[in-house]
């Protein structure tokens, strides 16, 4: 007795983040103040009256969510000491028990009744559990108006050395609460995986913080394309507010448009980018384009991977606020909601783990969105990893039951993936694509969609797709590129790595529900190098209508998926496929694998810490095919299996 699931150093890391958070925030008001004044002397017409609201929403919002920092800090203050008084309590209680219990041994010796024992200089102590109050720190940042209002008639006047130097301000203050912010995010991520004890309910200030440094950065490139404007029309005097909409306007169609031409090849988006000049300095730029545009650059194959993740952020923030807000003003009568808002409330799960695999990768290596659909749920990519410089990039494709809505397992998944790479001697420039980029069957209870090829048939080409824009968006610097495919992920990526102008260096597989029949050596799929591994085959008890019979440790699904199937039959582990086996049962201290999933209890699933499976993929995938550890076949035949225990009547 005695104990409790929740760490006081991980606590005390909260709170130390938050209250740092806090006071930056504060001390920020004079400076952001002082930098607002100066931009608005000689700053007059509608785009100033705008300009005057966003510095007074941000005025307002910031000390909103340093208050909320602050409260948070008292919250996870009372929390330690709640914790701290719950195992004085256990303690006493399991100390009185024992003594207890020596008093009754006595009386048994002396024959006293159990009922004359006194306990009147000994008293029981409280057996009333401590209930932890649940964490709540929300916050939501209010977007702001970037328009001049519907005055087309009228003028502005500005001074751009002014307002150039309002946006050089405000972009040192965000980076410096985006630092903080950043701490807070992997604080929090941190207490609530160790701090069990005390539930933690609406937290959305991480991502409201996020969103007020969004609009700060949109403010300031808002305010710096303002300044262009003046600039290009001689620096002094009034243009009229039409004038600086068009301009404004035509910033943004000029240098983009001619990316958004049909049919245009990854290579051809790739080269008009190039000549836009555009560098990473422009992501906060980027940020401020009207979410329509940004939906679009997010997600087109050829642009560099830090402007996509730019845009996709924008736009998932932006979708998160859009779903909490029709979620919190849904029964308010007389109320109008796009589609698109409804949608992203039905969505709000698989958007809010996007947000999650994002948050949690902060601290280690940087996490991108390269991909984020407007499938229901959404389609997504997150990159572990500097997918624009990585000298080696691993695309890792998930099987059946996956989705968005688990994005934050899948990332979890490649991150271990690239863990183990840096482990066993691999780059350190290197990258792993937690790739959510098809729609995978559910598991074969009561559907029976992973018998079949009809996701895969549709995923290959959008794998296919991801390949050659990443080949077009590196062309200058092409890296290593791999493949790992799990599961129904195989059959996916097998389509994907058989069409033409695809090229991978290596492909490998693990728990494989079967490469397709139409590809039957591995020499049909456009990889340099195939590998595959695969844990024992094994039975588990009947599920639903597929009949799981027998005994035993290992991967309980593959073999069901390749044997079972329509027409994804081949194991690529099989002798004269032509692929490179390897173990994933265990040897040499590793765990060897229990389970047909990446991520199980005891962590023995094919990309868990500590197994033989992991290793192996990480040797795949970063040159090392000779320190591949043996496989082993197991096979099992599903007929022979089936026949022998129904005839003996189990």
């Not at 209890?601 to 095919?625: C, H, I, K, M």
Request: glycine share 10%; hydrophobic share 40%.
């Amino acid at each position: 007795m005695g104990s409790i699931d929740f760490d006081d150093g991980a606590a005390d890391g909260l709170i130390r983040s938050a209250r740092d958070a806090g006071t930056e925030l504060r001390s920020q008001g004079a400076g952001r103040r002082s930098a607002a004044e100066e931009a608005s002397v000689d700053f007059a017409g509608a785009y100033a009256d705008r300009f005057l609201e966003s510095v007074g929403i941000e005025a307002a919002d910031r000390p909103k969510l340093a208050a909320v920092l602050d409260d948070l800090v008292e919250q996870v203050g009372q929390a330690k000491r709640d914790a701290a008084a719950e195992r004085e309590r256990l303690r006493d209680v399991a100390a009185w028990t024992e003594r207890d219990e020596q008093r009754r041994r006595s009386a048994a010796d002396s024959l006293i009744a159990p009922s004359a024992l006194p306990e009147v200089f000994d008293p029981k102590p409280s057996e009333q559990a401590t209930v932890p109050a649940t964490i709540e720190a929300a916050f939501a940042a209010r977007g702001r108006t970037r328009t001049g209002g519907g005055t087309g008639h009228g003028r502005s006047a500005a001074d751009p050395v002014r307002l150039r130097a309002f946006a050089a301000s405000s972009t040192i203050a965000d980076d410096t609460a985006r630092s903080r912010a950043e701490a807070v995010a992997s604080a929090l991520s941190r207490f609530r995986t160790s701090c069990t004890w005390t539930p933690v309910g609406d937290v959305s200030f991480v991502q409201g913080f996020e969103r007020l440094l969004e609009e700060n950065r949109a403010d300031a490139a808002w305010v710096t394309r303002i300044a262009e404007a003046f600039e290009r029309a001689g620096g002094s005097g009034a243009l009229a507010n039409a004038s600086v909409d068009a301009t404004i306007a035509q910033d943004v169609s000029t240098e983009l448009q001619a990316l958004l031409t049909d049919d245009l090849t990854p290579a051809q988006v790739a080269d008009r980018w190039s000549g836009l000049g555009y560098t990473r300095d422009d992501a906060a730029g980027l940020a401020a384009l009207p979410t329509s545009l940004l939906r679009v650059l997010g997600n087109l194959e050829g642009v560099p991977y830090w402007a996509r993740s730019s845009a996709n952020v924008s736009v998932l923030d932006r979708r998160i606020a859009s779903a909490k807000e029709f979620l919190d003003d849904l029964d308010q009568p007389g109320r109008v909601y796009s589609p698109e808002a409804r949608r992203d409330a039905e969505n709000l799960t698989a958007l809010e783990s996007i947000k999650d695999s994002l948050l949690a990768g902060t601290g280690s290596a940087p996490r991108s969105l390269v991909l984020l659909s407007d499938d229901e749920p959404p389609l997504a990519g997150v990159s572990i990893g500097d997918l624009d410089t990585a000298s080696n990039v691993t695309v890792s494709v998930p099987g059946m039951t996956s989705s968005s809505e688990e994005m934050f397992d899948w990332v979890d998944a490649s991150q271990h993936v690239y863990d183990e790479q840096l482990r066993v001697g691999g780059p350190p420039d290197r990258a792993v694509v937690a790739w959510m980029g098809y729609e995978a069957p559910a598991l074969p209870i009561g559907n029976l969609d992973v018998l079949h090829s009809d996701h895969a048939k549709a995923g290959g080409p959008k794998l296919a797709a991801t390949i050659r824009g990443l080949d077009a968006t590196r062309a200058d610097d092409m890296p290593t590129v791999n493949v790992l495919a799990h599961s129904y992920g195989s059959t996916t990526a097998a389509y994907g790595l058989a069409e033409e102008g695809v090229h991978v260096d290596t492909f490998t597989t693990i728990a494989s529900a079967g490469i397709p029949d139409s590809l039957p050596t591995a020499d049909a799929v456009h990889a340099d190098h195939f590998y595959a591994g695969q844990a024992r085959n094994v039975w588990a008890p009947s599920q639903g209508t597929i009949p799981l019979i027998g005994h035993g440790q290992g991967d309980q699904y593959a073999v069901i998926g390749r044997n079972l199937s329509e027409d994804h039959h081949i194991d690529p582990t099989s002798p004269g496929f032509g692929a490179t086996p390897f173990g994933a049962d265990g040897s040499d201290g590793l765990a060897g694998v229990t389970d047909h999933g990446v991520h199980v209890a005891g962590d023995t699933g094919y990309l868990d810490r500590g197994t033989e499976s992991l290793q192996n993929v990480a040797f795949a995938t970063t040159g090392q095919p000779e320190q591949l550890s043996a496989y082993h076949r197991h096979d099992l035949d599903l007929g022979d299996a089936l026949f022998g225990r129904l005839a003996n009547g189990d």
